[in-house]
C-alpha cells in the first residue's frame, strides 16, 4: 500500500540544523512533485519546499530562503529537507506530501513529524 514516512524531526535549539526524511513506497515515486508543509499550533498548514519528478526544479517558500533546501533521491524513493539555521517560528509539524505529475488529485500524505526549536 501506499506510504510516506517522513523521519528526523527532533528538539534543536536555535541556529541548529535537522535533516528531514520522507521515504515513499507504494507508488511510482518518480512520477510524483514532492513537497513539505509545515503546521504550527493555531496556524494553518503552509508550504515550506516543492520539488520537482527529477529534481530539477524548487520552489522554497520566502520564510524558509536560504536555510532549507529540499532534495530527492528517485533511486531511495526518498525526498529530503535540510534544514539550517533554524528559528523558533520553525517549530512545527512537517509533513511530505506526494503529487501526481500529471493526474490532479491524485496526492498523498504522511503522518508528519514534529520539529522543536527551542533553547
Known amino acids: 500500500q501506499v506510504q510516506l514516512v517522513e523521519s528526523g524531526g527532533g528538539l534543536v535549539q536555535p541556529g541548529g540544523s535537522l535533516r528531514l526524511s520522507c521515504a515513499a513506497s507504494g507508488f511510482t515515486f518518480s512520477r510524483y512533485i514532492m513537497t513539505w508543509y509545515r503546521q504550527a499550533p493555531g496556524k494553518e498548514r503552509e508550504l515550506v519546499a516543492t520539488?520537482?519528478?527529477?529534481?530539477?526544479?524548487?520552489n522554497t517558500a520566502d520564510s524558509v530562503k536560504g536555510r532549507f533546501t529540499i532534495s530527492r533521491d528517485n533511486v531511495k524513493n526518498t525526498v529530503y529537507l535540510q534544514m539550517n539555521s533554524l528559528k523558533h517560528e520553525d517549530t512545527a509539524v512537517y509533513y511530505c506530501?506526494?503529487?501526481?505529475?500529471?493526474?490532479?488529485?491524485?496526492?498523498?500524505w504522511g503522518q508528519g513529524t514534529q520539529v522543536t526549536v527551542s533553547s
Open positions: 520539488i520537482s519528478t527529477t529534481g530539477g526544479n524548487t
Open positions: 506530501n506526494a503529487a501526481h505529475e500529471v493526474l490532479e488529485g491524485v496526492k498523498y
